[in-house]
């Protein structure tokens, strides 16, 4: 019996990444509105409740990780590296010049 080993080769990570992760963070608040709505709807007991406020703090400690992983790796690449500028006109106050 012959096995086949399938190699997986990601592309490295850029800052659109990085945006979609933290967007994806932001689910929390859905989250918590359907748990909240379910409970004062009396469709939750207590334990359930635990149960699911235990899984979404695991779930958000993980997505929060991986995106501070991705985060730090583009620092650490110099793909994140920005030039910040201050104008104290009205019109355009702050500007951002990618370097890239």
């Known amino acids: 019996m012959e096995t086949k080993t399938t190699l997986t080769v990601s592309k490295p990570k850029d800052r659109f990444d990085l945006e979609q992760e933290l967007l994806g963070c932001w689910n929390i608040t859905?989250?918590?509105?359907?748990?909240?709505?379910?409970?004062?709807d009396g469709n939750l007991t207590l334990d359930e409740l635990s149960?699911?406020?235990?899984?979404?703090?695991?779930?958000?400690?993980?997505?929060?990780?991986?995106?501070?992983d991705t985060f730090e790796n583009l620092i650490s690449n110099d793909h994140l590296e920005r030039k910040f500028s201050f104008d104290a006109g009205?019109?355009?106050w702050f500007t951002i010049e990618d370097e890239m």
């Open 51 to 68: 149960n699911i406020l235990m899984g979404l703090e695991k779930l958000y400690h993980l997505k929060f990780q991986k995106t501070f």
């Open 90 to 92: 009205e019109e355009s």
């Open 30 to 40: 859905d989250e918590l509105k359907i748990t909240n709505e379910s409970l004062l």
